[in-house]
C-alpha cells in the first residue's frame, strides 16, 4: 500500500500577533483534498478552542487562508 506524504496541522499567525492552528481532516488514500478543517485558538489549555469549521473539498492552502480570516474575525468581533 503506498500512503501519502500529507502535511501536518498548520499554525498560523494572526494580525494581533497569536496563533490559530488549522487542522485538516483528509480525504480517501491518495486524495489531496481536504473534507473538513477545524480552526482552533490558543487558551490555557493548548489550542483547545475550536471556533469554526470549514467544509471541503478544499486544499490546504485554502483551508489556512480561510482559517486565518475566521480568527482573525474572531478576535476582532471580542476586542471591538
Given at each position: 500500500m503506498m500512503s501519502?506524504?500529507?502535511?501536518?496541522?498548520?499554525?498560523?499567525?494572526l494580525k494581533n500577533g497569536k496563533?490559530?492552528?488549522?487542522?485538516?481532516f483528509w480525504g480517501k488514500q491518495l486524495s489531496s483534498a481536504v473534507i473538513k478543517a477545524r480552526v482552533?485558538?490558543?487558551?490555557s489549555t493548548g489550542f483547545g478552542t475550536i471556533?469554526?469549521?470549514?467544509?471541503?473539498?478544499?486544499?490546504?492552502?485554502?483551508a489556512?487562508?480561510?482559517?486565518l480570516e475566521m480568527a482573525n474575525n474572531w478576535y476582532d468581533r471580542r476586542s471591538g
Open positions: 501519502v506524504d500529507r502535511p501536518w496541522d498548520e499554525f498560523v499567525t496563533r490559530a492552528l488549522i487542522k485538516c482552533l485558538i490558543e487558551d471556533i469554526g469549521e470549514i467544509d471541503g473539498p478544499v486544499t490546504q492552502q485554502e489556512n487562508e480561510t482559517g
